[in-house]
């Protein structure tokens, strides 16, 4: 995951392990962001660095079965995006993929993307 302060990538903007917990994040990312941020600054993070998340969904899209959750399972932690993101987003883990429509993945790679 990449966890930033939106300022400069070479002074706020990490790449490093996250962990969420159940009063907040916690891991070797936040300590490292901790140094750079501004309390007025939002924290972005990254789900899917270095992936353009919506091409990435839109082609998956074209030749899938799969339900969404089970298809970004294999790239996000399970339980995080069954239990909060996709439900927070208002779409069914079990949505078949090639059935959601087009602004529906777009705003869910959105909010993967920070």
């Known amino acids: 995951m990449r966890i930033g302060t939106g300022k400069s990538k070479t002074h706020g903007e990490f ?3 996250l962990l969420l917990t159940h009063r907040g994040v916690s891991g ?3 300590l490292q962001i901790s140094s ?14 270095d992936v353009d998340a919506i091409e990435f969904l839109l082609e998956a899209k074209a030749g899938s079965k799969k339900q969404i959750g089970n298809f970004l399972a294999e790239h996000v932690p399970a339980r995080l995006l069954a239990h909060a993101w996709l439900e927070a987003q208002g779409v069914s883990v079990d949505a078949p993929l090639a059935d959601l429509p087009d602004r529906t993945l777009k705003a869910v790679c959105a909010s993967l993307s920070g």
């Open 15 to 17: 790449d490093e392990d």
């Open 28 to 30: 070797s990312g936040v």
């Open 36 to 49: 750079y941020w501004n309390t007025s600054e939002p924290i972005t993070i990254d789900l899917l660095p």
